[in-house]
């Protein structure tokens, strides 16, 4: 007996589609604004609640890590949560948990306070994304659901590529926690405004439960992986500051052997369960894994970007330290707007094209723009800079809406917040990893570099000169970010050969009549 008592798309008359697209991309951007807005405050934050940077500095760090963890883990599941239990009820209960961990943000006095606020806006702030996807797919056909993918997407990339320009300028002209504030009336508003919209949009009704062991056992995965991952910054830390050899902390290997055992184990309840969080058959769909390698490379190559810029403005370009940090946030604006803007008319090519055309265009102008940043030399100026990061911002914006609607047109309607969580897991997993790559292999390539350049300069002697020292510095860095953005342009190459199997165009998948597991596994 089919368990799914009514059709969202055959059901949802009189809900106006538009207005509710408008008034969940909100939330979701200040979601994702506040995912990185942080980073522009941690200072004055520091000096606020007087936290000794010498003893406390990884202690705060966790206002990031904390909030990137429980943004990834949540979003996880909370997809499937909505599938089973209705997305107005799941999106309502999500903003409400992100309006209490804003405010609990905006009062805190200490530190561990101010980094449990965080982790409870991140619990909200993270499940909205999937579900606003999700939604799309209840709400439109699939011949329209490309463009509002892309919007959404283009929304959520705004949100965290602006967060630092933002925390910014409010830094310098109010307090920090007026950004924590403002988020209270906006995510009120919308909370009425979403409940009024969303009351026509029938909720489903299933008897199937929600894999609580499954849940338990990709957020240890993913924390595991995260941590593992995230050790890239001590190592930073340790190389440049400290001045200790560079390698990975002891506990990074034990972290990451054991995201792997943990990720076998949820793929083995997976394939067991009833009811699985992640439906494996899911990838035998044309065209899904295809996609799913798509997105954890887009979010390797957009992390590229906005971490070798801010790099190479910092070390190479001359100024005062606010006058680069001034630039690295407009630079990074020719890279990150056009591919916000981008995702949209990558939706309209996939409507009218397919998948593969603006998927295969979107990746080689992203690997030409790759291309193009790693030529850069320390005499290369801001207008020179600006072209290439146009470039490769409109290429992987192109290729958003494709990669993520390919996964949600092929799920049915009980499990579109499931694809949905797929697709931003895959892209954030995809960032951790660059982070972390460019981090441990830049530290180890910036050495060998400068130990190389030195021998060259001075027949192995230390060099006699401070100059001397700045001179072969910038240069190791030039070619380190040159490396990094070579890397990125194979990357994007690599996925074109995936985009292969992205073939056809958005069409409804066939409705499941089976169990939830049975119809994807039988390749229904």
């Known amino acids: 007996m089919n368990r799914w008592i009514s059709s969202p798309q055959n059901s949802s008359r009189g809900a106006n589609p538009g207005l509710i697209m408008a008034l969940v ?3 979701v951007f200040i979601g994702a604004l506040d995912l990185t807005v942080i980073s522009a405050v941690l200072p004055q934050v520091m000096y606020d ?4 940077l010498q003893t406390d500095l990884d202690q705060a760090s966790w206002l990031v890590t904390g909030y990137l963890l429980a943004y990834s883990v949540t979003m996880s599941f909370m997809g499937r949560v909505s599938d089973l239990y209705g ?17 609990g943000v905006a009062v805190a006095d200490t530190l561990p306070w101010l980094i449990a606020g965080r982790v409870v806006q991140a619990i909200g702030g993270g499940a909205m994304v999937p579900v606003s996807m999700a939604l799309v797919g209840d709400l439109f056909p699939p011949g329209r659901r490309a463009a509002l993918v892309g919007l959404i997407g283009a929304v959520d990339t705004a949100g965290w590529v ?3 320009l933002y925390g910014g300028i409010m830094v310098r002209m109010f307090d920090w926690r007026l950004i924590f504030w403002l988020n209270i009336p906006i995510a009120l508003l919308a909370l009425a405004l979403t409940w009024w919209a969303l009351q026509k949009v029938p909720q489903p009704r299933t008897a ?7 849940a338990v056992l990709i957020a240890l995965c993913l924390t595991a992986l995260n941590l593992g991952l995230g050790s890239g910054g001590e190592l930073t830390l340790s190389a440049a500051v400290l001045d200790e050899p560079p390698g990975a902390p002891a506990y990074a290997v034990p972290l990451m052997l054991a995201a792997g055992a943990l990720f076998l184990a949820f793929l083995w309840v997976e394939h067991r369960s009833s009811h699985p969080l992640l439906a494996l058959g899911l990838f035998r769909r044309p065209g899904v894994a295809a996609a799913g390698l798509i997105n954890f490379v887009l979010g390797y190559c957009v992390v590229i970007g906005l971490v070798n810029v801010p790099l190479f403005i910092n070390i190479i370009i001359p100024g005062s330290p606010a006058e680069r940090a001034w630039m690295s946030g ?3 604006s020719a890279y990150t707007i056009p591919m916000a803007l981008a995702a949209i008319p990558g939706g309209w090519m996939v409507n009218r094209l397919g998948y593969r055309p603006p998927a295969w265009l979107g990746l080689l102008l992203g690997a030409a723009g790759f291309v193009a940043l790693g030529t850069w030399t320390p005499h290369t100026n801001y207008a020179q800079m600006v072209p290439p990061l146009v470039i490769s911002g409109i290429g992987l914006g192109l290729v958003i809406s494709p990669a993520a609607t390919v996964v949600i047109n092929a799920a049915g309607e009980r499990e579109r917040g499931m694809a949905a969580a797929l697709v931003i897991v895959l892209r954030l997993i995809g960032m951790t990893v660059g982070v972390s790559v460019m981090t441990s292999y830049g530290v180890r390539r910036f050495r060998e570099i400068s130990t190389s350049l030195l021998a060259a300069a001075d027949s192995g002697a230390v060099a006699s000169s401070l100059e001397q020292m700045l001179e072969i510095g910038s240069q190791a860095t030039v070619q380190v970010v040159n490396e990094a953005f070579w890397v990125g342009a194979a990357a994007c190459c690599l996925a074109t050969v995936g985009a292969i199997w992205l073939a056809g165009k958005p069409s409804e998948p066939r409705r499941p009549t089976g169990s939830h597991q049975g119809s994807f596994r039988n390749g229904a």
Request: glycine share 8%.
């Open 330 to 332: 407009w630079l990074l």
């Open 25 to 27: 991309c909100l939330p």
């Open 208 to 214: 199937e439960r929600l894999d609580w062991l499954g």
């Open 87 to 103: 997305r107005r009820r799941v999106y309502l209960i999500c903003l409400s948990i992100f309006t209490v961990g804003s405010a």
């Open 49 to 52: 609640l007087e936290i000794p």
């Open 162 to 164: 602006t967060g630092h």
